[in-house]
């Protein structure tokens, strides 16, 4: 089956703690991205990449890092994590560009910082 | 700055009846629409896309309209379900920038 998967799907941590959210697509998707969703917001783009090695940053990418290595991983990295991350995080694939192809989100992490 | 605003915000109907959801753009320059589904604690599934010279498109029980001359698309819902209720986001992206301009979203609950 053609999926995004994310891990973990909920995660409760402290401030400063580091932690990785792990994001993984089985479809050869070049593109992929995070997003972050808040009430009221909408969902905004922390990082995209659009390929193996190629990252860049999207609208809101203080606090964030990101790596691709492999095609099929793009996983999310908090160095060190404040409350206001405190969200819900999706990771997203598309063959292309965004633009024109769909994207296929995964089912999305709930973060929470104490 | 390029915008996407949807409303209602909120919308409560009974099953069985039809409703349609706003969405106001700025994006420019305009390069297609989309519209997502989201229920609640899943990530987004395209209902449609629309490019500049699509009017409307429907895909089952939902008929997505787009007006680029007044930048303005709605999602029509005919004889709603149960399974109807979710948020509907608008996403806009243009020919230029990299990334999309979601919208914050309608929030419908369809009661029995």
């Known amino acids: 089956e053609a999926q995004v998967t994310q891990n973990p799907r909920y995660l409760i941590t402290v401030t400063g703690k580091k932690l990785t959210v792990t994001c993984s697509q089985n479809?050869?998707?070049?593109?992929m991205s995070w997003y972050r969703q808040d009430p009221g917001l909408g969902l905004r783009q922390i990082y995209y990449?659009?390929?193996?090695?190629?990252?860049d940053k999207g609208d809101v990418p203080e606090g964030y890092k990101v790596s691709r290595k492999e095609k099929r991983n793009f996983p999310l990295i908090l160095e060190s994590p404040s409350p206001n991350q405190t969200s819900l995080y999706f990771c997203?694939?598309?063959?292309?560009?965004?633009?024109?192809?769909?994207?296929?989100f995964g089912p999305g992490t709930r973060l929470t910082v104490l | 700055k390029n915008q996407v605003e949807q409303s209602p915000q909120s919308l409560i109907i009974l099953e069985g009846k039809n409703c349609t959801l706003q969405?106001?753009?700025?994006?420019?320059?305009?390069?297609?629409l989309r519209w997502y589904k989201q229920d609640t604690g899943r990530g987004p599934v395209s209902l449609t896309i629309?490019?500049?010279?699509?009017n409307t498109k429907s895909n089952r029980r939902y008929t997505a309209t787009l007006d680029a001359d007044t930048k303005q698309s709605s999602l029509h819902i005919t004889a709603s379900q149960l399974s109807d209720s979710a948020s509907y986001i608008c996403?806009?992206?243009?020919?230029?920038?990299?990334?999309?301009?979601f919208g914050s979203g309608t929030r419908l609950q369809v009661q029995p």
């Open positions: 969405c106001n753009y700025t994006v420019s320059p305009f390069s297609n």
């Open positions: 629309m490019t500049f010279s699509e």
């Open positions: 996403v806009v992206s243009d020919t230029g920038r990299r990334a999309l301009t």
């Open positions: 479809m050869n998707h070049e593109y």
């Open positions: 990449s659009m390929n193996v090695e190629v990252t």
């Open positions: 997203a694939s598309s063959s292309d560009r965004p633009r024109g192809n769909e994207q296929f």
